[in-house]
């Protein structure tokens, strides 16, 4: 059996730490230091890296929301702790539960932004058709005085996290609600969640598998396809084997990649760290033979899917996230 090779630099904890310091540097301490307004909350299922989430939350105007997971007899908010669990859990074949927080934490998070000073609170939530969460936080707004704007992102992961730093990065700027909320929106139009199971049960039993429910009875001898589409879980292709199934996801996002100017990507993964890092890394050779640069030079980041939605998905998905403009006719044919 021979050695593996050492992980590629770009995919190192290392360089993640090094991207997330210059982050830091340039995104949540703008050399400008304007006066904040404008506050920024969100939850768990955005899958935003843990190092970037801890210097966000350093800040007094952002928060992020933990969902939880019932691992066994245990409830454990999202985090490093619930994804342990969580893989323990899944591996034994135990069952799995999620929960949305309650009233109450999203009602307490608005009225220490509103006792702070700021004058307004965006609100950004993973998919009201995957979970009830936005709701919740829709009922936490009525009961607090700031006015607070809940924005369902309709997809999941980083298409959602990616829609989060757009709107940290707009209220970093000392912008007021509606460019915070434009710089949301703007970064969610389009953006793209496709993913592999290995099986559909975790989805069957979870009640996420919407459009897919078709394919459970032949769940041993296909390997699905799945996006998040207009907030829901749908099916895209039918894939005999995991050796096809990959190619073939990588082969659509970049595709989609190709359509945007500077995309974002990120891959996802529960309890497979190594397959994703290889997906990634064909992601960079990928994108590194584009001759259009505003497609060569594109971000990937590789981080584990958020145990609240991991344990819907099960242990072994890979998902990729493509976000970024879309071309209009005239800057595609340009790029052809």
């Known amino acids: 059996m021979t050695e593996r090779a050492p992980a590629p630099w770009w995919l190192s904890d290392r360089f993640l730490r090094e991207r997330l310091g210059r982050l830091r540097l340039s995104v949540l301490r703008p050399a400008s230091a304007p006066r904040v307004r404008t506050a920024v909350v969100t939850d768990s299922a955005c899958g935003l890296p843990r190092e970037w989430l801890a210097a966000a939350e350093a800040e007094p105007w952002f928060e992020a929301v933990p969902l939880s997971v019932m691992a066994g007899d245990e409830i454990y908010p999202d985090g490093p702790e619930a994804e342990a669990a969580l893989g323990i859990a899944l591996a034994a074949g135990r069952s799995v539960k999620t929960s949305r927080p309650a009233p109450g934490v999203f009602e307490q998070a608005y009225r220490r932004l509103e006792a702070e000073g700021f004058e307004a609170i965006i609100s950004i939530h993973l998919s009201g058709a995957l979970s009830g969460t936005a709701d919740t936080a829709r009922l936490a707004a009525e009961r607090v005085s700031v006015p607070v704007e809940i924005l369902d992102t309709r997809t999941a992961a980083l298409a959602q996290g990616f829609a989060v730093q757009a709107a940290f990065l707009a209220a970093s700027t000392g912008q007021d609600p509606k460019g915070v909320t434009s710089a949301a929106r703007e970064t969610l139009d389009g953006a793209e969640v496709r993913f592999f199971l290995p099986s559909l049960e975790q989805l069957r039993r979870g009640g996420r598998i919407g459009a897919a429910a078709s394919w459970v009875g032949t769940v041993l001898s296909i390997r699905p396809l799945l996006a998040v589409q207009d907030g829901k879980i749908v099916p895209i292709e039918r894939i ?32 497979n760290r190594s397959e994703a890092e290889d997906l990634a890394h064909e992601l960079v050779d990928e994108l590194d033979a584009q001759s259009d640069s505003s497609v060569k030079d594109a971000e990937v980041v590789v981080t584990p899917l958020p145990a609240v939605l991991a344990a819907h998905t099960g242990l072994g998905v890979l998902a990729i996230v493509v976000t970024g403009r879309l071309r209009d006719i005239s800057e595609a044919a340009e790029a052809q």
């Open 240 to 271: 005999r084997t995991s050796a096809r199934a990959l190619p073939r996801l990588r082969e659509l996002s970049m595709a989609d990649a190709r359509r945007r100017v500077n995309p974002r990507l990120a891959v996802h993964y529960f309890g």
